[in-house]
């Protein structure tokens, strides 16, 4: 007998049988699904190029830009590029029907939002916001451009909520570049902390939550985490591995001889080498499934803590090391202001909730193109991501519905593309 024949074999073969009339039906749903969008176009002309670009955002074409996706539907190539790289229709209120359209869909008390900046390589330097800087796709300084996105989890689903694009103070000074990218005048230069502090301010109230998490370049910031302590958030956020804490539960020094000398603090310390100091009976192991790239296994410990920065210190925290059950080991940081009663098992489920969302975008780039794109100006960017993050709250919800059993790979490009699926 092969493996293929047997029973084990046999019962995941047909779990990943989808019906003809499944997924044919798709293209109605489509139809159905962009009912609630398609009025939010100005024109009859938009709301049709909307249509066409959407759909050929969830097809099969090997490249989503402008030129495959009207060849496609045999239409003039021009208005397409217009529509997407200058069309004057609102991509806010888009965002803002697909904001209202998940809470309808995936709303949970217990939600997680998560803060992500994501680069994009690009050549040249005539696109807006490009510029040499760090790059998480690449993993090192490289030419690109960056955005900023908040994104909400939950059991029910995942989905990229808003998205901004990070304008470098070189560009935001620039009145040449900025007239040229149509950059509008009230956009000011704001950090990529000050985004994520304005996109909360938006929109966390009307997204049901409970925790918000996010890497290290929201994490590392002091004044930011007081921000979210300020509101009444309460978040798990990475932060790098040269964080300077005292430990709030280690015996304190003695205190000086002299009479009425002030009690000693402990010193402080990175996070990294208090984790080496800690006895192997201090890590607990977990068990974690929150995605198909997060580890399932990990070592975790915690301690309550205050961090230093800029030789000021911070409120009571608590630091929570995660190291991954692996033969090459790694270590994550991250600080919360959670309280004492709150399980370590929960706040490791917090940060392995990122996987979730690392996944959202590898879907976002490998079957919506997300990445592939070709317009140059503040617009177009924010035009391409509304109508991709539309097209990726669809093929989100036919997963759903469908109840996973499209095959895929090793990896979220492997999925076949519904609507290809449907031809």
Known sequence: ?????????????????VEAEAVRACRRRLTAFLQRYLPLFYR????????????GLL??????????IARREGVERKPIQFFVGGGKWDDEAVMAELRTHVVEEFADPHGILVLDGSGFPKKGHASCGVKRQWCGRLGKVENCQVGV????????????????LFLPEEWATDAARREQTYVPPDVP???????????L???????????????????????????????????????PCDTLIRDLERRRPPRLRRKGGRKRETPFCRADAWAQRQAPTRWERLHVSDGEKGPHDVLAMCVRVRARHDQRVGDEERLVVIRTVEAEPRTTYALSNASPEVPLAALVRVVCQRHRIEETFEAAKGEVGLHQYEVRSWTGWHHHFTLCLVALLFLTLERRRLGEKIARGDSATDAPPLLAAAS
Not at 44 to 55: D, L, R, S, T
Not at 154 to 161: D, E, N, R
Not at 189 to 199: D, G, H, S, V
Not at 211 to 234: K, M, N, Y
């Open 201 to 239: 301010a938006a929109h966390g109230a009307a997204l049901p939550h409970q925790w918000i998490t996010g890497d290290d370049d929201f994490g590392r910031s002091a004044p930011f985490r007081a921000g979210l302590r300020a509101r009444g958030e309460h978040y798990v956020l990475d932060v």
């Open 59 to 68: 097809s099969d074409l090997e490249r989503k830009t402008c030129e495959p």
């Open 149 to 164: 996105f908040l994104c909400y989890a939950t059991a029910q689903g995942c989905a990229i909520m808003d998205r901004r």
């Open 189 to 199: 230069f704001r950090t990529k902390l000050q985004i994520a502090e304005e996109m």
């Open 44 to 55: 009859k002309e938009q709301a049709h190029n909307a249509g066409i670009v959407i759909a």
């Open 1 to 17: 007998m092969s493996l293929l024949e047997t029973p084990e074999a046999q019962a995941l073969l047909d779990d990943t049988v």
